[in-house]
């Protein structure tokens, strides 16, 4: 019996007000605990105990709060095989992913301690006056995550907002609800911080909707999809609160005829095929200059026929681990057959086995099909040819999405000139699109989110709020 056992956590563990939560299996559908259910009704108290707790947290100062971080880093490292497991049967992940997962987590923690000592007040000096401007929490944060990541995009958000001073109250996804939060309390505690600082408080749609227009949560910091974010957005702008929204992406590649075919479709089997491509930043666009176009598909084909697919807690060797649940299988199997309807070529792939959905190539698809208009969020790369990057950058304008874009050539001046003119947030250069690193915002453009969400130093705009104190001489 865990201590979170049919609980969610409000400083302590009790029962949810909306009942409890089978937290299952994703490759079998076993039932491997029961946790508690979050309701709205749960908001009030965990706001109550999260604005005691920050003000004392804020006045630590900046060291004992950054030395806290540093600590529950090494807690994550400690316990890293039981994090690793349930991120492998709770979310699906290869154990390769859930260790490179884990090593996200800890470089977040440190990019927060970073954060927390940068804090430094600035003055202005004139003739007549003394200013000092600072830096402070904004007090309670609200964090909402999706399944695909559950510790480092929790972490990402709850990390940095505790290095500043904030109070948290993380709603994670239901099915990922101990892998995305349900661990982190005694995490907490093993590192020493106040148990009041973070509430988990796994919910559906009614808790992130509180969280949103809640008038003591100061900001809110969601990942997921597009349509949640515009509802967690309007929510949260009725209380002027801060928002960070890092939402869906479809993201272009542009391949040109004097690329590296050989590392650019290396990095494209990494780029729509990690975790079975249930990330945002996933490839989901292949626009590939004419010239090389056949034998780009043909080793895209070939490097991605390689990879097996399986339970990845019954075998560690497998590339690719199920999809997070029955219902998104079945979207994937419509959008592949549809395309195919219209127009694609089926290379490799397309059909499903149980909640296994295999690396699937569809070339010279329509730009009308499904699986290039919507965002597939599973292992679905479609491609077709371009005759110029005039051709390329009309396409991806038309797209209502900006997360991130890629191109692969071996002349990075044309690469940055063409890199300049494609409305996204991220462009990567002869490089996967799935790229992340803590000291570097991450950024949606267009209906992929609302500006730097996470990240760097920009995303201090989120989490802290200014404060101008001036002294008249």
């Given at each position: 019996?865990?201590e979170w056992?049919e609980s969610?956590?409000?400083?302590?563990w009790r029962?949810?007000?909306?009942g409890t939560?089978?937290v299952?299996?994703?490759?079998?559908?076993e039932?491997?605990?029961v946790?508690?259910?979050a309701g709205?009704d749960d908001?009030?108290p965990a706001?109550r105990?999260?604005?005691?707790?920050?003000?004392?947290w804020?006045?630590?100062g900046?060291?004992?709060r950054?030395?806290?971080?540093?600590?529950?880093r090494?807690?994550i490292?400690r316990?890293?095989e039981?994090?690793s497991c349930?991120?492998?049967?709770e979310a699906?992940?290869?154990?390769?992913?859930a260790e490179?997962?884990?090593?996200?987590a800890?470089?977040e923690?440190?990019?927060?301690?970073n954060?927390?000592?940068s804090?430094?007040?600035r003055?202005?000096?004139?003739?007549?006056?003394?200013h000092?401007?600072?830096r402070?929490?904004v007090?309670?944060?609200?964090?909402?995550?999706p399944?695909n990541?559950?510790l480092?995009?929790?972490?990402?958000a709850?990390?940095?907002?505790?290095?500043v001073?904030?109070?948290v109250i993380?709603?994670?996804?239901?099915?990922?609800?101990?892998?995305?939060?349900?661990q982190?309390p005694?995490?907490?505690?093993?590192?020493g911080l106040?148990?009041?600082?973070l509430?988990?408080?796994?919910?559906?749609?009614?808790?992130?909707a509180?969280?949103s227009?809640?008038?003591?949560?100061?900001?809110v910091?969601?990942?997921?999809s597009t349509?949640?974010?515009h509802k967690?957005?309007?929510?949260?702008g009725?209380?002027?609160k801060?928002?960070?929204l890092?939402?869906?992406?479809?993201?272009?590649?542009i391949?040109l005829e004097?690329?590296?075919?050989?590392a650019a479709?290396?990095?494209?089997v990494?780029?729509?095929?990690l975790h079975s491509g249930?990330?945002?930043m996933?490839?989901?666009?292949y626009?590939v200059h004419?010239a090389v176009?056949?034998?780009?598909?043909e080793?895209?084909?070939?490097k991605a026929?390689?990879?097996?697919?399986?339970?990845?807690?019954?075998?560690?060797?497998?590339d690719?681990g199920?999809i997070?649940?029955?219902r998104s299988?079945a979207r994937?199997?419509?959008?592949?057959e549809r395309?195919?309807?219209e127009?694609a070529?089926?290379?490799?792939g397309g059909?499903?086995t149980g909640r296994f959905?295999?690396?699937?190539?569809?070339?010279d698809?329509?730009?009308?099909?499904?699986?290039?208009?919507?965002?597939?969020?599973g292992?679905?790369?479609?491609?077709?040819?371009?005759?110029s990057?005039?051709?390329?950058?009309?396409?991806i304008?038309?797209?209502?999405f900006g997360l991130?874009?890629a191109?692969?050539?071996?002349?990075?001046?044309?690469a940055?000139?063409l890199a300049a003119?494609?409305?996204?947030?991220?462009?990567r250069?002869?490089d996967?699109t799935n790229?992340?690193d803590p000291?570097?915002?991450?950024?949606g453009?267009k209906?992929?989110?609302?500006?730097?969400?996470?990240?760097g130093?920009?995303?201090?705009?989120?989490?802290?709020?200014?404060k101008l104190t001036s002294?008249?001489?």
């Amino acid at each position: 019996m865990t201590e979170w056992s049919e609980s969610i956590y409000i400083d302590g563990w009790r029962p949810g007000s909306a009942g409890t939560l089978d937290v299952t299996e994703v490759a079998t559908g076993e039932t491997l605990a029961v946790a508690g259910l979050a309701g709205a009704d749960d908001v009030d108290p965990a706001v109550r105990v999260a604005e005691a707790a920050q003000r004392e947290w804020a006045a630590r100062g900046a060291e004992e709060r950054a030395e806290g971080l540093e600590r529950l880093r090494d807690v994550i490292a400690r316990h890293a095989e039981r994090l690793s497991c349930w991120l492998v049967r709770e979310a699906g992940a290869t154990r390769q992913k859930a260790e490179r997962e884990l090593r996200a987590a800890r470089a977040e923690l440190d990019h927060a301690t970073n954060l927390a000592r940068s804090l430094a007040g600035r003055q202005v000096t004139t003739e007549e006056r003394q200013h000092v401007v600072n830096r402070l929490a904004v007090g309670v944060v609200a964090v909402i995550t999706p399944f695909n990541a559950p510790l480092v995009l929790a972490m990402r958000a709850v990390a940095p907002a505790l290095a500043v001073g904030n109070a948290v109250i993380l709603k994670p996804d239901p099915r990922t609800a101990v892998s995305g939060g349900l661990q982190y309390p005694a995490l907490l505690e093993d590192a020493g911080l106040p148990g009041g600082l973070l509430s988990v408080l796994p919910g559906g749609a009614d808790v992130g909707a509180r969280l949103s227009d809640h008038p003591g949560i100061r900001a809110v910091l969601f990942t997921g999809s597009t349509e949640a974010g515009h509802k967690v957005g309007e929510a949260a702008g009725r209380t002027l609160k801060r928002v960070g929204l890092e939402l869906g992406g479809n993201n272009p590649v542009i391949v040109l005829e004097d690329a590296d075919l050989e590392a650019a479709a290396t990095c494209a089997v990494t780029s729509s095929f990690l975790h079975s491509g249930q990330i945002c930043m996933a490839a989901g666009q292949y626009l590939v200059h004419e010239a090389v176009y056949g034998e780009f598909v043909e080793l895209i084909v070939e490097k991605a026929a390689r990879l097996r697919v399986g339970d990845p807690w019954r075998d560690n060797t497998v590339d690719m681990g199920p999809i997070i649940d029955d219902r998104s299988v079945a979207r994937l199997a419509r959008m592949v057959e549809r395309s195919v309807g219209e127009g694609a070529v089926l290379r490799l792939g397309g059909t499903p086995t149980g909640r296994f959905f295999p690396a699937t190539v569809l070339s010279d698809i329509a730009t009308e099909a499904p699986a290039w208009c919507d965002e597939a969020f599973g292992p679905i790369a479609p491609l077709r040819p371009v005759a110029s990057t005039e051709e390329a950058l009309t396409s991806i304008r038309r797209s209502a999405f900006g997360l991130v874009a890629a191109i692969h050539t071996v002349d990075i001046d044309r690469a940055q000139a063409l890199a300049a003119r494609i409305p996204a947030g991220t462009i990567r250069i002869n490089d996967v699109t799935n790229h992340d690193d803590p000291r570097t915002p991450m950024v949606g453009w267009k209906s992929s989110g609302n500006g730097a969400a996470f990240g760097g130093a920009e995303m201090l705009d989120l989490i802290t709020t200014v404060k101008l104190t001036s002294v008249r001489r």
